[in-house]
């Protein structure tokens, strides 16, 4: 099930889930729409390991600007409230797959220590 995510809801949404995939995209893009079923798609195959939002950044400005969206479609990815994954651009089905593959096996505290280190720089 994919939600759809406002200035309101989405704190709440990424606090209580360990891994989110966040879709930013318009109901005027084009590559937006033809990415939807794919996204849609992975909501359902993967519905009891990540929660699947979609930001309208028409609707949702605010948000849009907070993660500094420039293109839409942008899909982000968060593992226990950290940007594991932003890139904008429609990702075909398998890749999609694979990132939550790879996001699912990363070592959050190697992730951690990695942040920390570069605010230390």
Not at 36 to 50: L, N, V
Not at 80 to 108: H, N, R, T, Y
Request: contains cysteine; glycine residues 2%; proline residues 5%.
């Amino acid at each position: 099930m994919v939600m759809e995510a406002t200035k309101e809801n989405f704190a709440d949404i990424i606090d209580n889930n360990d891994i989110v995939v966040v879709d930013f995209w318009a109901p005027w893009c084009g590559p937006c729409q033809s990415f939807a079923p794919i996204f849609e798609a992975a909501a359902e195959t993967h519905k009891d390991s990540a929660a699947f939002v979609k930001v309208n950044t028409e609707e949702e400005q605010e948000l849009a600007a907070h993660f500094q969206i420039r293109s839409i479609p942008t899909l982000m990815v968060f593992r226990e409230q950290i940007v594991v994954f932003a890139q904008p651009g429609v990702l075909p089905e398998s890749a999609l797959a694979k990132l939550l593959e790879e996001v699912k096996a990363l070592d959050m505290d190697d992730v951690r220590r990695e942040i920390a280190q570069q605010k230390a720089e």
